[in-house]
């Protein structure tokens, strides 16, 4: 929206206005006192690209964005380089870049933002299962398809154990499995993971048309 789109802009500009203060000799007390942050402060600095990333990436400047991001996962990673927060900002920054198709910009991003989920959450979770799927779909964009194929399975794979075969989520996984073995030429796989995922979607369309029968109260007349 508007709103969105002027809010970044004025965090873009008060951003440009630290730093031209700051390379001007500001000190950071003053820097903090006029602006409510301070470029040597990394805790403070992570909020506010944080924020202006979020207000980029809704108003739809994602060049914009991604640069925000790369001095974000910068800001984290020398606080600490194995943490979750960069994990987190790594992947936010491969997901702006997956959209917009920079897919090899966006690769190294998805790569370290999956090996810090694995380090982090341990190679069976859902984390790791929503990193893969991410380093998948860029690989498949780079018709990597064989290193796509590789590492949806293994997503697949993994939120088949954590949530379930029957699971909404597995169902997005098999939709893009389809998609890879449609690249690869492979027709009949490629519907059997489609059917796969039609017969989920069915059946959970079918409960929440259950459920809100039941939670109707003309419904709950009638069956009396």
Known sequence: SGEVKDMGEVYQKSLHKLEVAASEGMSPSEQLDQFGVAL????SMASLLSQLGRFLARSGQNLA???????????YSRVDAQSIDVASATQRLAT??????FFEEGLPYAQHSFELQEHI??????????ALQLLALIQLGMNKVEDA?????????????ALGRDHPSVAEALLHMSK???????VNQAKDYQLRANR???ARARKVTRSQRDDDPKSQEERR
């Open 65 to 75: 964005c991604i640069q925000v991001l790369k001095r974000l996962v910068d800001v």
């Open 96 to 101: 702006v870049c997956f959209k917009i198709g």
């Open 200 to 202: 989920l979607m069915g």
């Open 149 to 161: 194929e590789k590492r949806m399975g293994a997503s697949l794979k993994l939120r088949e154990a």
């Open 121 to 130: 959450s341990g190679r069976d979770s859902l984390q790791v299962a929503g």
């Open 180 to 186: 890879i073995y449609q690249r690869k030429g492979d």
């Open 40 to 43: 040597e402060s990394l805790e």
